[in-house]
């Protein structure tokens, strides 16, 4: 265990560029539930009944109340240990990217620069028929408020099962995982496609992969080096690690 992490630490001192690819998980140790916590939000609902478009037309109230539900979790929860320790790497690299699945926004709150969101966030909204921003407050518990231009039914604005991904989001990460030496996949159980996806591409490309995850996932096969921890800690462990290295004199 100990030993995996000093080999991450070791590839990651010779790396320049470097994509940290996260989920769920890192935002675990924060109090945010992911979709496989036992007793988490997603345990009353199966994702599909809330997580997409047709359940949304369905019936835009019960989406939109189980959003802000979800809403207040998140404003309530703060960064953790794991989101610091990804903010702290930055200065060590000439590149390093954040590509998360997350819709919480906290890489962001932890002082992460360059963050790709790929699924979208939470805390913001549009319409669901003609796609303008809706910036409006205070914004009902219950109710889906409605567009005031073209009177459709305004959602949050993350990427629900069976959209499409934002392209210009994607893209942004496709470039950085081609430039990356290094890809950190962090709390992710890799079964959202095509985001998962990256992690593959990234190994095809000829990265080190490394997994941050207490448990198996479906990534674990992808990775060269496999830190079964805790994100919150195996990740400052890695920084301290990091900055040991790099203290070093080189030739
Ligand atoms: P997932 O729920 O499918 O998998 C979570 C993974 O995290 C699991 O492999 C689990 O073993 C691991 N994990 C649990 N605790 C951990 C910890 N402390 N440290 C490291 N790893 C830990 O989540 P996913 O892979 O992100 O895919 C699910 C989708 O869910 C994403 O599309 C995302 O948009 C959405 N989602 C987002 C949030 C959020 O924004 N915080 C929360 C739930 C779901
Ligand atoms: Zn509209």
Known sequence: MGEALERAAQVLDRARRVVAFTGAGISAESGIPTFRDPGGLWAHFRPEEVATAEAF?????????????????????????????????????????????????????????????????????HCHRCGRPYT???????????????????????????????????????????????????????????????VWRAKAMGATVVEINPAPSELSTAADILIRQKAGSALPELVRRLQQYRQQARP
């Open 57 to 125: 037309e369905r019936d835009p109230d019960r989406v939109w109340a189980w959003y802000q539900q979800r809403r207040r979790v998140i404003e309530a929860a703060q960064p953790n240990p794991g989101h610091y320790a990804l903010a702290a790497m930055e200065p060590y690299f000439e590149e390093f990217t954040v590509v998360t699945q997350n819709v919480d926004r906290l890489h962001h709150r932890a002082g992460s620069h360059h963050v790709i969101e790929l699924h979208g966030t939470l805390l913001e909204y």
């Open 136 to 198: 409006e407050e205070p914004l009902p518990a219950e109710t889906a408020p409605y567009c005031p231009v073209c009177g459709g039914r305004i959602r949050p604005s993350v990427v629900w099962f069976g959209e499409l991904l934002p392209a210009a989001a994607f893209a942004a990460a496709e470039q950085a995982v081609d430039r990356c030496e290094v890809l950190l996949s962090i709390g992710t159980s890799g079964e959202v496609y095509p985001a998962a996806g990256l």
